[in-house]
Structure formats: structure tokens, C-alpha cells
């Protein structure tokens, strides 16, 4: 992501937030995983803004954790024995990220609602 752009450029920022806060409703509205969100949300992990750093932080964490998982398209890529496996330690993850990531994303949500 270019810093320039984001700091400088009204409209580049807006489309910025606009496709995060889509990113944030599908999964507060549970149409994503927590895993995918996380994933999604990467790209924005280093945008120069203090106030959404705690929470883009959480994200950034949740995919460092889960980083090894498949999830997505991705999964028929894999054996289907194996995916039995780890769709354990996927629903274990889900589980232990769900309430930090919906804090994290109801504080983004409102903040980038309230800044624009």
C-alpha cells in the first residue's frame, strides 16, 4: 500500500475505507470467518492512521496465527484427510478470535464511519 496516496489522495483513502468497511460487514453479518476477514484485511495492516492501529493490529495477529490454515480456494488444494485435521484446528481458532475480532471490527467499523 502506498503511504502517498493514502495520506494525500481524499479519494483514494475513501475507496481505502470503503473496501474495508465492506470487508468488516461480511464478517460481522458472518458472511466471512474470522480467518478470511484477518486475510482480507491484511493489506491495510500498515496504514499510517494511530487511531485504527490497535485494531487493524488484532487482524494482523489473528493471520500471523493462522497463517498455516486453509481456508478458501485454497482448501481443494489440499487432501481431504489432511483438511479433516485442520478443520479441527480451524474451528478451534475460530472459536479463540471471534470476540477479539468482532471488537476489533465494531471499533473499525465506527471509525472509519465516523471520519469520513
Known amino acids: 500500500m502506498d503511504h502517498t496516496d493514502y495520506c494525500c ?3 483514494y483513502r475513501a475507496q481505502v475505507r470503503a473496501q474495508m ?3 468488516l460487514t461480511c464478517f ?3 458472511e466471512i470467518s474470522v480467518i478470511e476477514v484477518a486475510r ?3 493489506p491495510y ?3 499510517p492512521e494511530p ?3 490497535p485494531h487493524l493490529d488484532t487482524f494482523a495477529g489473528i493471520n500471523s496465527e493462522t497463517d498455516a490454515l486453509p481456508v478458501g480456494a485454497v482448501r481443494h488444494q489440499w487432501a481431504q484427510e489432511t483438511l479433516l485435521q485442520k478443520d479441527k ?3 478451534a481458532a475460530e472459536y479463540r478470535w471471534r470476540e477479539p475480532a468482532q471488537i476489533a471490527a465494531s471499533h473499525l467499523t465506527w471509525l472509519i464511519s465516523s471520519s469520513n
Do not use: H, Q, Y
Open 51 to 53: 487511531a485504527l492501529r
Open 21 to 23: 468497511s465492506i470487508l
Open 9 to 11: 489522495n481524499p479519494k
Open 28 to 30: 460481522l453479518t458472518g
Open 89 to 91: 484446528e480451524i474451528a
Open 40 to 42: 482480507a484485511l491484511g
Open 45 to 47: 495492516s500498515d496504514l
